[in-house]
C-alpha cells in the first residue's frame, strides 16, 4: 500500500474534486492549451471516476510550475471477499452488481520526465542583479573622483601627517604648520647603545616643500585603489635640502661620544703580579652612512638609529689566556739571579719582572713575549760593575816637556748580551733561575800601539791671548782644563760645544761678560769666547781645516781682526776638521791673566797670515739705559770692514798648498750711558 501512495502521489489529477471531466486550460492569449489529460488504454471504463488525489505528504503542485506525467497500465478489477452491502452507493447512482479493487502491478517506475528551462533563461536573473551592482559602483566611482578632484590622494601621509583629500595649498599649509617646527626640535639619535639629540636646523636641514609636495601623485584613477584609500594610508618622504658641512660637523659631534676605541687583549705586569686584560671590539660611526640615515629620518619623530662600524681587535681572548698561563705566571714566580765573581751575585726581583717583559699581538690572535734585555742590562750591570776591570785608552803626556804614550789597558768586562740571552728560558722556567755571568776582553778606545802610531811628536801650531777679567779667567781655565790632551785623529772633525759639554753653574761656570744683541752684557759661562779665538788661532797655524766658526758682531782690540771666534753653549760653535795623515792633540796652558793653545802633531804645513786694510767705517750710535748691574758703560768704537787670507805652503818643499781670504763686517760698538 506504501507503492501504491507513492504513486498516486506522482499522479496527475485526471477529474475535478466532483468527478467531472477537467475543464480545458486556456492560454493567457484566450487560445486553447494542450491537452495534458491523461490517456486511457482500451478497454478501460472511461466512464468510471478517478480517485481522488492524495495529499497525504503535502499540498497539491502548483499549477504554473511544469507539471509531470505519469502513464499508468491498466490493469484488470479483482473480486473481493467484502460484502457488496457493506459498500454505500451514492444516491442516484447504480448499484455494481460486484464490488472490486484495483491492483496495481509491482513494476519499477519508468524515469519520469521533467521540461528543463534554457541556459539564457537561468542567467537572466543574475545577470541583471550583477548589472545593477556595476552601475551602482561606476555612479559611485563618478561622484569620488568628481569630489576630489583637484585634491591630494585621500590617505595621503608626510611624516606621519595627514594631507589626504586637501587643496595643494591646504595641505602645504598643514605640512608647515606641524613639519616646520620639527626643524628646530632635538632628535634623538642612538648609535649602538649612545643615544645623544641633533637638531636638523643646527646639523643644515631644510625641508624642500615644493620636492615634498611634488611626490604627493596626482588623483588615482585605478578603482581598487581609490576604494583602499578608505582604510590604508600611503606615506610620501619629506625631502631635505642640506648643508653638507654643517652635517658632517654634527655627525663628528655624535661620533665623539659614541666611538669606542677596541680594547685589546693583554697581559700586564705589575708590582710582580701578571693578569689578563679581556679584549672588547671597538666601535666607530659610520659617518657618510650615519648622516644618510639622519636625513632619511629625522621628520619620523621617532629616534633614529644611526649605523656603526664594528672595529675588531687583534688578540682574542684564548690568545690572552695563552700568555697568561703559559708565560706571564711562570715569569713572576720568582727572582732571576747572575752570578758574577768573587761569589757576587745580581739579581732582578719579581717586581721587576714587568720592566722586562712584555706582549705585543702576534697576528694571529694571540701575544708574542718581548725581552728587553736593555732593561735587564740596567738592573744587573751596577751590581758587577766590581767585578769587571774597565778598559782605559792610552794617552800622551807633557810631562816631560815633550809627548810620551801612556799604555792603554784593556778591559775585562761582562758581555752582557751573551749573558742574558738566556733570559726567556730563565723567566719562565719553575726550575733554577740563576746564570753565570759571561766575562770577556774589551780593548780600549785607542790603544798603546795606536797611540804610538800617531805621530804626535811636535808643536805645529800655538796661539796666546791675555787681557781678561777675573770672572772671565775662571770660565776659560775650566773650559780649557777640559780641552787639554784632547785627541783628534786623522780625518776626524772636532767640535768645541760637544767635547767640553753643558757649561753652566752646576759645571762650576760663573758670571761673566758677553755680547747681547750687540752691546755688552753678563751671562753665566762669560768670557769663553777668548778660549774659543785662542783655539781657533792655533788650528789655524797648524794648517787644520775650518769647519765653522762665528765672528763677534763688533771688534775687540785684544783679538786679530777676521781673525777671531765667539761661542756660545748650544748655539754657535767652533769645529775644525784634522786633514793630515797623522793625529794631533790639544794642549791647554792657563794664568790669572793669559791663556795658551798648542797643537801637537807632525809638521807637514807652514801657515802665513795676511791682514787686509779696515774699509768702510761706521759711526756708533748712542743708548742710554738705567743705573744699574744690567748696564755696563762703554765709549763705543766705529766698525768696518775687513779680511784675512791664510796662505798653507808645503813645510817640506815650500810650494803653496791653499791661499783663502775671508772678509769680516763689524758693527760698531755703541756708546752705552747709564743714567
Not at 327 to 335: F, K, N, W
Not at 381 to 388: D, G, H, I, Y
Not at 594 to 605: A, P, Q, S
Not at 618 to 628: I, Q
Request: hydrophobic share 35%; aromatic share 4%; charged share 20%.
Amino acid at each position: 500500500m506504501q507503492q501504491s501512495r507513492s504513486m498516486r502521489q506522482g499522479v496527475k489529477r485526471v477529474s475535478d474534486a466532483d468527478g467531472s471531466p477537467p475543464e480545458k486550460n486556456n492560454g493567457v492569449d484566450g487560445s486553447e492549451a494542450p491537452d495534458n489529460s491523461v490517456p486511457v488504454s482500451e478497454g478501460s471504463a472511461q466512464d468510471q471516476a478517478a480517485p481522488e488525489e492524495s495529499t497525504l505528504d503535502g499540498p497539491a503542485p502548483d499549477e504554473s510550475a511544469n507539471e509531470i506525467t505519469t502513464v499508468i497500465p491498466v490493469v484488470p478489477a479483482v473480486p473481493t471477499d467484502t460484502d457488496p452491502s457493506d459498500t454505500e452507493v451514492p444516491a442516484g447512482a447504480a448499484e455494481p452488481t460486484q464490488q472490486f479493487e484495483p491492483v496495481l502491478p509491482a513494476v519499477a517506475p519508468e524515469p519520469l520526465a521533467v521540461d528543463q528551462p534554457s541556459a539564457s533563461k537561468k542567467w537572466v536573473k543574475p545577470a541583471l542583479i550583477v548589472g545593477g551592482i556595476l552601475a551602482v559602483g561606476v555612479l559611485a566611482y563618478g561622484v569620488d573622483v568628481f569630489a576630489s578632484s583637484g585634491n591630494t590622494p585621500r590617505g595621503t601621509q608626510v611624516a606621519g601627517i595627514d594631507i589626504g583629500n586637501r587643496s595643494p595649498a591646504d595641505a602645504e599649509t598643514v605640512l608647515r604648520a606641524e613639519l616646520g617646527p620639527r626643524l628646530v626640535e632635538p632628535v634623538t639619535v642612538s648609535a649602538d647603545d649612545v643615544e645623544s639629540e641633533i637638531v636638523p636646523a643646527s646639523a643644515g636641514i631644510d625641508v624642500d616643500w615644493s620636492a615634498t609636495l611634488a611626490g604627493v601623485n596626482e588623483q588615482p584613477l585605478n578603482p581598487i585603489t581609490r576604494i583602499t584609500s578608505f582604510f590604508s594610508s600611503r606615506e610620501v618622504p619629506v625631502v631635505s635640502s642640506v648643508d653638507q658641512a654643517a652635517l658632517d660637523a654634527s655627525m663628528t659631534v655624535v661620533a665623539a661620544t659614541s666611538d669606542r676605541a677596541p680594547v685589546e687583549g693583554a697581559v700586564v705586569i705589575s708590582g710582580g703580579e701578571a693578569s689578563g686584560v679581556s679584549p672588547v671590539v671597538g666601535r666607530a660611526l659610520d659617518l657618510p652612512g650615519a648622516a644618510a640615515t639622519f636625513v632619511d629620518e629625522w621628520s619620523s619623530g621617532d629616534v633614529v638609529d644611526l649605523p656603526v662600524d664594528d672595529t675588531p681587535v687583534t688578540v682574542t681572548q684564548a690568545g690572552v689566556d695563552r700568555a697568561l698561563q703559559d708565560v706571564a705566571q711562570p715569569a713572576v714566580s720568582g727572582e732571576v739571579v747572575v752570578n758574577g765573581r768573587d761569589g757576587k751575585e745580581a739579581t732582578i726581583g719579581v717586581d721587576q719582572i714587568g720592566e722586562i717583559l712584555t706582549f705585543a699581538p702576534d697576528g694571529s690572535g694571540g701575544l708574542t713575549p718581548q725581552y728587553n734585555t736593555d732593561a735587564a742590562v740596567r738592573i744587573l750591570a751596577p751590581q758587577l760593575v766590581s767585578t769587571e776591570v774597565q778598559p782605559k785608552d792610552a794617552s800622551i803626556t807633557l810631562a816631560g816637556g815633550a809627548p810620551t804614550v801612556v799604555p792603554g789597558v784593556v778591559g775585562d768586562l761582562i758581555n752582557w748580551p751573551e749573558t742574558v740571552k738566556e733570559l726567556p728560558v730563565l723567566l719562565t722556567s719553575t726550575g733554577s733561575r740563576a746564570t753565570p755571568a759571561v766575562y770577556g776582553p774589551v780593548p780600549p778606545a785607542l790603544t798603546t800601539e795606536g797611540a804610538e802610531a800617531l805621530g804626535i811628536k811636535e808643536v805645529i801650531g800655538e796661539y796666546t791671548t791675555g787681557g781678561f777679567e777675573y770672572a772671565s779667567g775662571v770660565n776659560i781655565a775650566l773650559a780649557a782644563s777640559v780641552l787639554n790632551g784632547a785627541i783628534v785623529e786623522p780625518g776626524e772633525t772636532f767640535s768645541f760645544n760637544e767635547f767640553t759639554g753643558p757649561r753652566g753653574a752646576a759645571q762650576g761656570y760663573v758670571e761673566s761678560g758677553i755680547i747681547n744683541n750687540g752691546r755688552p752684557d753678563k751671562a753665566v759661562g762669560g768670557g769663553i769666547s777668548q778660549l774659543a779665538t785662542t783655539l781657533y788661532n792655533a788650528t789655524y797655524f797648524a794648517g787644520m781645516e775650518d769647519v765653522a766658526h762665528t765672528e763677534h758682531s763688533y771688534y775687540i782690540s785684544r783679538y786679530p781682526e777676521a781673525r777671531e771666534a765667539t761661542i756660545f753653549d748650544g748655539a754657535i760653535d767652533l769645529q775644525f776638521r784634522n786633514p793630515s795623515k797623522t793625529g794631533v792633540m790639544i794642549q791647554t796652558i792657563t794664568t790669572s791673566s793669559n791663556v795658551t793653545v798648542r797643537i801637537w802633531g807632525t809638521k807637514t804645513v807652514d801657515v802665513e797670515s795676511i791682514t787686509g786694510s779696515r774699509t768702510s767705517p761706521t759711526s756708533p750710535n748712542t743708548v742710554v739705559l738705567p743705573k744699574g748691574d744690567g748696564c755696563i758703560a762703554s765709549s763705543g768704537a766705529p766698525g768696518f770692514t775687513t779680511s784675512d787670507t791664510r796662505v798653507i805652503t808645503d813645510h817640506a818643499t815650500g810650494a803653496q798648498v791653499s791661499s783663502d781670504t775671508r772678509t769680516v763686517k763689524y758693527d760698531p760698538v755703541p756708546i752705552v750711558k747709564c743714567e
